[in-house]
Every structure is written in C-alpha cells, then in structure tokens.
C-alpha cells in the first residue's frame, strides 16, 4: 500500500509557473514509477508525465513538452512536477500516481495508487 499527499496547487496568471509535489508514503519509493495525470472540469484523466524508478527516464505529453519537468528525490520520496508558462488549458485538478509494474507510463489504468489531487487554476 502507497499513499499519496499531493500539495502546491493554486491560482496563478498565464505565463506563471508553479510547481507540484507528491509525498509519498507506505512502501520501497523506488520499487514504483511515478506519473502525474490532469482531469479539466467536464473531461477524463490526460496523461502529464511520468518518471522511471530510477529518475533516469522522463515521459511528457506533447501539450506540456517544454514547458513541464517531472523529477524526483527518492531520498525524500517526492515526486515534483515543476510547471513553467502555464496557460488557462492548464487548468485542471493534478494527480499524482503511482505503478509497481509499467510499461508505456501513459495509461492510466498502469498505475496501481492515486492521490487526492491538487488544484490548479491558471487565469487570463
């Protein structure tokens, strides 16, 4: 069992940056892959980006590609997800995720523990 406690979402204008963290807690850090999803208002879960177990390895969505950086301290358990030139589509509720056993990193149906989620609301 994993748990997850995302924190840093909030208001922020367009072109600002904030960044989101996931601590997590329950098993070997290392033993799991990492993943942050969004879910706008009305829509599904989209796949963000996702980090091997090693941190080695980054997977982006092509929407956030450049503008996003996923990391993680595995001597801190956090993943972080550092979000730069946001934009109003942004907007949306983050989770954070976690997966024992992976293969693409962008399904959400790989990953085995969720957090609660963290707001993020980007203005005009």
């Known amino acids: 069992q994993v748990q997850l406690v995302e924190s840093g979402g909030g208001l922020v204008q367009a072109g600002g940056s904030l960044r989101l963290s996931c601590a997590a807690s329950?098993?070997?850090?290392?033993?799991?892959?990492m993943g942050w999803f969004r879910q706008a208002p009305g829509k599904e879960h989209k796949f963000v980006a996702a980090?091997?177990?090693?941190?080695?390895?980054?997977y982006y969505a092509d929407s956030v590609k450049g503008r996003f950086t996923i990391s993680r301290d595995n001597a801190e358990n956090t993943v972080y997800l550092q979000m730069n030139s946001l934009k109003p589509e942004d907007t949306a509720v983050y989770y954070c995720?976690?997966?024992?056993?992976?293969?693409?990193?962008?399904?959400?149906?790989?990953?085995?523990?969720w957090g609660q989620g963290t707001r993020v609301t980007v203005s005009s």
């Open positions: 995720a976690a997966a024992l056993h992976i293969n693409g990193y962008r399904d959400e149906y790989e990953y085995d523990y």
């Open positions: 980090i091997s177990r090693s941190g080695s390895n980054t």
């Open positions: 329950g098993r070997t850090f290392t033993d799991y892959a």
